[in-house]
């Protein structure tokens, strides 16, 4: 039996934030496979100056010694190498959306979702729209631009529209905070959003794996928030910088996030919500969602976050793997349903 063929698509080609997060989430995904007897690895890594590069490794020093290549030249060689499917792990804009629709135009296969989705959950407010038209719950909110004055009284949540990772989120509980806030989240993006602070409560995350084209939804993972000491979670609760620069997850040290227990009353709630969320926006291969419970058990859907880099660290793995879904068989029903296939790749 021959080997599949995989890409990892990684990098970014918008700035060194992103190629790093990027990088980290791809390293971690490649390692924890690299043993697995039916693929064969092979890498596209888009550095910040838009090149494209096909290193041995993801290691820094194999990725600058390898040739930058210019667009034709690189789709020539992905052409050429009879690729079965793209893992995809880039995580700026372009990267979700315009180097995704470059293998869609090449008709390579790829394990997600598609660039029009990834376009339209990029930013929060349409995503919230879409939402709130299937009937789910949403915070009432209002997007702002340069020179808007926002109208709903505090307590609210600033955050800019389209950026990730709780980068430029402030909680305003005074009309005296909103200038600060306002000022932090525009220098993230054009756009701003203005939304009402739903009180804890609880918040937890929740994937949805699809399996031969059934929804199946995966354990709940909870946050540490508590309505005096952390209301919300920001930048600091999701990735951290090492010693060596690098960046690392902050969330995964059993303290800051947990497994929630399946028995738990919430978890039905949400994963039937999930699945709803899931349908509204025509999600493939599988999904992700952050949402707050309020006092009264009721889940508020917040975000949409449409990846999963297929590394142990990452949320659906952990997700996936509390439910007995080991990375191997996830990557592998994620496979599979990008491919179009009903039975799982032996192993």
């Given at each position: 039996m021959s080997k599949?063929?995989?890409?990892?698509?990684?990098?970014?080609?918008?700035?060194?934030?992103?190629?790093?997060?990027?990088?980290?989430?791809?390293?971690?995904?490649?390692?924890?496979?690299?043993?697995?007897?039916?693929?064969?690895?092979?890498?596209?890594?888009?550095?910040?100056?838009?090149?494209w590069r096909f290193p041995s490794s993801l290691s820094i020093e194999d990725i600058t010694n390898s040739q930058p290549l210019p667009f034709s030249d690189a789709t020539a060689w992905m052409r050429s190498k009879n690729i079965d499917v793209v893992l995809p792990q880039m995580f700026c804009i372009r990267?979700?959306?315009?180097?995704?629709?470059?293998?869609?135009?090449?008709?390579?296969?790829?394990?997600?979702?598609?660039?029009?989705?990834?376009?339209?959950?990029?930013?929060?407010?349409k995503t919230k729209a879409?939402?709130?038209?299937?009937?789910?719950?949403v915070?009432?909110?209002?997007v702002l631009r340069h020179g808007d004055v926002p109208t709903i009284q505090p307590p609210v949540v600033?955050?800019?529209?389209?950026?990730?990772?709780?980068?430029?989120?402030a909680l305003v509980k005074d009309i005296a905070e909103y200038e600060t806030a306002l000022k932090t989240a525009f220098e993230y993006a054009e756009e701003v959003i203005?939304?009402?602070?739903?009180?804890?409560?609880?918040?937890?995350r929740c994937g949805?794996?699809?399996?031969?084209?059934?929804?199946?939804?995966?354990?709940?993972?909870?946050?540490?928030?508590?309505?005096e000491n952390k209301p919300i979670r920001i930048y600091a609760d999701k990735l951290k910088q090492n010693d060596d620069g690098n960046l690392d997850c902050a969330a995964k040290d059993g303290i800051k996030a947990w497994m929630v227990d399946s028995q738990d009353p919430i978890t039905d709630k949400v994963q039937a919500v999930a699945k709803k969320c899931h349908t509204a926006l025509g999600c493939r291969h599988y999904s992700l969602f952050d949402f707050r419970i309020d006092p009264n058990g009721e889940p508020y859907f917040l975000e949409a976050g449409l990846y999963c880099s297929f590394a142990p660290k990452s949320v659906i793995s952990t997700m996936a793997k509390a439910g007995g879904i080991d990375l191997d068989e996830l990557l592998e029903i994620a496979i599979n349903e990008t491919l179009g296939k009903k039975t799982l790749i032996s192993v």
């Open positions: 599949l063929r995989i890409l990892y698509f990684a990098g970014s080609a918008e700035n060194d934030f992103y190629s790093n997060l990027s990088r980290l989430y791809a390293e971690n995904s490649l390692n924890a496979i690299a043993n697995n007897p039916n693929y064969e690895i092979l890498i596209a890594y888009i550095t910040p100056d838009g090149k990267g979700m959306t315009h180097y995704r629709a470059i293998l869609d135009i090449l008709g390579i296969p790829y394990i997600g979702n598609t660039p029009e989705l990834m376009a339209i959950t990029a930013h929060k407010a879409i939402i709130a038209a299937a009937g789910i719950k915070p009432h909110g209002e600033v955050k800019p529209a389209n950026v990730d990772n709780s980068m430029g989120i203005v939304e009402e602070y739903i009180e804890l409560g609880r918040e937890v949805v794996l699809v399996k031969d084209g059934e929804l199946i939804g995966l354990p709940l993972e909870e946050y540490l928030v508590d309505s």
